[in-house]
């Protein structure tokens, strides 16, 4: 168990409203990430984060923001969302140089 | 660029057959190499990883998988399946260079055991 807490969990919200979706981390890891699960495109980086106030883009980020303030907890914000931004949403956490990632449960977001 | 390409949408096999999921890779250097599962509604959990050394490794549940350079490819094996195996599984490729874990996922293949 890696101590990652997705919320919420579930969250259905109409075209153009702003949606925030929150990680938390009870273990103090420097590296997080923010991936998308859609059908018949696996998993994709959104946005990942290196430590507090350091984050760079992934493959999918266009229309998202991550804010992390906090080593503990990083945000992912959709401004204005769309129903192409529809998804599950899944966060996860890296230990230094081991490659593997440890995911959250996972948010599940419907736009309509 | 890395990618994952995972050839079978769907797989359905009897409990207690034997179960090969392909995953070709594409990556300039040695990658890293993942194969995570996923039950409905859960999030992904990690069967087994390749770093370096020995080209077979095992995982959890039995799991096996072999890293064959000359062909691109990590697949998944396991001898006898379990009804309980019945999920998605996701073949991932990294690289080694930074330190942190930009993972390329594949599009996942389903796996269905039957009675």
């Known amino acids: 168990d890696a101590g990652i807490t997705q919320s919420p969990r579930h969250k259905v919200t109409e075209t153009g409203t702003p949606v925030t979706l929150r990680c938390h981390q009870t273990?103090?890891?420097?590296?997080m990430y923010w991936y998308r699960q859609d059908p018949g495109h696996g998993l994709r980086l959104i946005h990942y984060s290196y430590g507090v106030k350091d984050t760079d883009k992934g493959e999918v980020s266009d229309g998202y923001s991550v804010s992390r303030s906090k080593t503990e907890d990083f945000l992912l914000t959709l401004e204005s969302a769309t129903s192409s931004q529809t998804s599950v949403y899944f966060c996860?956490?890296?230990?230094?140089?081991?490659?593997?990632?440890?995911f959250g449960e996972g948010s599940r977001l419907t736009v309509l | 660029a890395q990618s994952v390409t995972q050839p079978d949408i769907h797989i359905t096999v009897s409990e207690g057959a034997s179960l090969e999921l392909r995953c070709n890779y594409s990556y300039g250097a040695t990658p890293y190499l993942f194969w995570y599962v996923q039950s409905p509604g859960q999030g992904l959990q990690l069967l087994l990883k390749y770093f370096s050394g020995d080209t077979l490794v095992q995982g959890i549940k039995g799991f096996e998988a072999e890293f064959k350079r000359s062909q691109s490819s990590f697949n998944l094996r396991k001898p006898s399946v379990h009804w309980s195996d019945a999920a998605e599984y996701f073949c991932a490729v990294g690289g080694h260079t930074g330190t942190a874990s930009k993972l390329t996922f594949g599009t996942g293949t389903r796996l269905q055991v039957t009675l």
């Open positions: 273990e103090n890891h420097r590296y």
């Open positions: 996860a956490i890296s230990i230094y140089q081991n490659k593997e990632l440890f």
